[in-house]
């Protein structure tokens, strides 16, 4: 779910299903079945409507502005991070219920710039995955959803 505000003002409200991705769904299935390391920090990006054609499970977190199909937005601060222009806010999950999860906490996008915002990702697994623009091939894209596409005059905060 997304609550879209403009200075202070809720404006929209989404909810919406997310793609698992496989590269995804093979780091669960490694983790439960294989023995390897959970990934324990996980941080939310913007997808940008600019060059936008589709998303796709074999979407990878390497191809983010390559063969996705899409960009990431990235005129935003982080508020949980200092406002940070650099760096994807945490997603702090909650505990699992009713085969669901969800975060624990709102995130905060506070967007600085002009464009157009159509959805959202979920990266982790490397210590570049913080950083906005890393597509190291080392981290994992878990999953992607598309929220329609929001316009955003300078000052929104999507969160």
């Known amino acids: 779910m997304v609550e879209h505000y403009r200075k202070g003002v809720k404006i929209g409200h989404y909810e919406f299903p997310n793609g698992i991705a496989n590269q995804g769904k093979n ?30 499970a074999t979407d990878t977190y390497a191809q983010i502005g390559g063969s996705n199909g899409w960009a990431e937005f990235t005129d935003y601060t982080d508020a949980a991070n200092g406002d940070s222009s650099s760096t994807r806010p945490e997603w702090t999950e909650g505990a699992a219920s009713s ?9 905060v996008f506070n967007i600085t710039g ?41 000052t929104p905060t999507i969160s």
């Open 99 to 107: 085969q669901s999860i969800t975060n624990a906490s709102a995130v």
């Open 27 to 56: 780091k669960l299935l490694d983790v439960m079945f294989h023995g390897v390391s959970a990934i324990t920090t996980w941080w939310l990006g913007l997808i940008s409507n600019s060059g936008y054609t589709a998303l796709a």
């Open 114 to 154: 002009s464009g157009t915002v159509k959805g959202l990702f979920l990266v982790g697994g490397a210590a570049g995955a913080q950083t906005k623009g890393d597509h190291a091939a080392s981290a994992v894209l878990w999953a992607t959803a598309l929220f329609g596409s929001e316009t955003c005059p300078s």
